[in-house]
Antibody, heavy 124, light 112 residues
Framework: EVQLVQSGAEVKKPGESLKISCKGS????????IGWVRQMPGKGLEWMGI????????RYSPSFQGQVTISADKSISTAYLQWSSLKASDTAMYYC?????????????????WGQGTTVTVSS | QSALTQPPSASGSPGQSVTISCTGT?????????VSWYQQHPGKAPKLMIY???KRPSGVPDRFSGSKSGNTASLTVSGLQAEDEADYYC????????????FGGGTKLTVL
């Protein structure tokens, strides 16, 4: 079964760092782009960025460039999303998802497999 | 880049058809046949329903169909069922932008 499994919920204080994960299984992890999507409470979906684990080619949405870091460790089929200094406004659900076609960024053919989401709460 | 425009809500009775629009520009929806639609039930991850304007992934009922005219894409749900009540988001490729991916604001579909 093709699946993405994300790390568990996090509660952090402003200024703390955080790295959440997304582990792929059931497919060739290095052949499909992974996208990260933010959903703030009661709001819509927002592209954060994408990564191709095969060569770590990474692209960021302008709204998130410099705010987060996306990375991947292909040896353990895991993608990451990290913050160096969290803000209260980072409180949201974060999803990883797989690009629908091997080798193609997910904004072409959609994202066909989604992780279950990781809730991040930032509060003092 | 600006988000695609969707109506905040739509509704229909069981068995009826409902269409949700997604309006962009010639730089995104109108310029490429790379429109996707996602369904999201409360507390759940989104699910891909349509890609490349009108193609359905395996397992998506043929009650769901997509189309495009000019700068507006549409998702039609025919034979509405109670389980179709969810939020629906469109997404498009927006070629010339630094990051060429954009979502719509979402539409809450209510089955009356």
């Amino acid at each position: 079964e093709v699946q993405l499994v994300q790390s568990g919920a996090e509660v952090k204080k402003p200024g703390e760092s955080l790295k959440i994960s997304c582990k792929g299984s059931g497919y060739t992890f290095t052949s499909y782009w992974i996208g990260w999507v933010r959903q703030m409470p009661g709001k819509g979906l927002e592209w954060m960025g994408i990564i191709y684990p095969g060569d770590s080619d990474t692209r960021y949405s302008p709204s998130f460039q410099g705010q987060v870091t996306i990375s991947a460790d292909k040896s353990i089929s895991t993608a990451y999303l990290q913050w160096s200094s969290l803000k209260a406004s980072d409180t949201a659900m974060y999803y990883c998802a797989r690009g629908g076609v091997s080798g193609s960024p997910p904004y072409y053919y959609g994202m066909d497999v989604w992780g279950q989401g990781t809730t991040v709460t930032v509060s003092s | 880049q600006s988000a695609l425009t969707q109506p905040p809500s739509a509704s229909g009775s069981p068995g009826q058809s409902v269409t949700i629009s997604c309006t962009g520009t010639s730089s995104d929806v109108g310029g490429y046949n790379y429109v996707s639609w996602y369904q999201q039930h409360p507390g759940k991850a989104p699910k891909l329903m349509i890609y490349e304007v009108s193609k359905r992934p395996s397992g998506v009922p043929d009650r769901f169909s997509g189309s495009k005219s000019g700068n507006t894409a549409s998702l039609t749900v025919s034979g509405l069922q109670a389980e179709d009540e969810a939020d629906y988001y469109c997404s498009s490729y927006a070629g010339s932008n630094i990051f060429p991916g954009v979502f719509g604001g979402g539409t809450k579909l209510t089955v009356l």
